[in-house]
Nanobody, 118 residues
Framework: VQLQASGGGLVQAGGSLRLSCATS????????MSWYRQTPGKQRELVAT???????NYAHSVKERFTISRETAKNTVYLQMNSLEPEDTAVYYC?????????????WGQGTQVTVSS
């Protein structure tokens, strides 16, 4: 599975960005897709997940501000980020989890930088 993330950039606090993650695989065959983020010196943090059934979960820090969604026709997952805060500054990574023959496989996209200025 190849993942292509895009949409990062520089935005002022309170602004919005939408990240995209295009997959090379039919999105219905991917058990879950997530967005993670990472800042220097810190562990990668789970931001949001959407399952193959469409259920979504969020980190507490982004609930009510971020929305994960998918466009099945384009095999693409989005992360709409509103009311951005400087603390949201990070490299954001797209992630896919696939179960094949009872074994899980993880795939990562390249990161996309999000910078929120105060």
């Amino acid at each position: 599975v190849q993942l292509q993330a895009s949409g990062g950039g520089l935005v002022q606090a309170g602004g919005s960005l939408r990240l995209s993650c295009a997959t090379s695989r039919n999105i219905f065959s991917i058990n879950a897709m997530s967005w993670y983020r990472q800042t220097p010196g810190k562990q990668r943090e789970l931001v949001a997940t959407i399952t193959s059934s469409g259920s979504a979960n969020y980190a507490h820090s982004v609930k009510e501000r971020f929305t994960i969604s998918r466009e099945t026709a384009k095999n693409t997952v989005y992360l709409q980020m509103n009311s951005l805060e400087p603390e949201d500054t990070a490299v954001y990574y797209c992630y896919a989890l696939v179960f094949v023959s009872g074994m899980s496989r993880s795939y990562w996209g390249q990161g996309t930088q999000v910078t929120v200025s105060s």
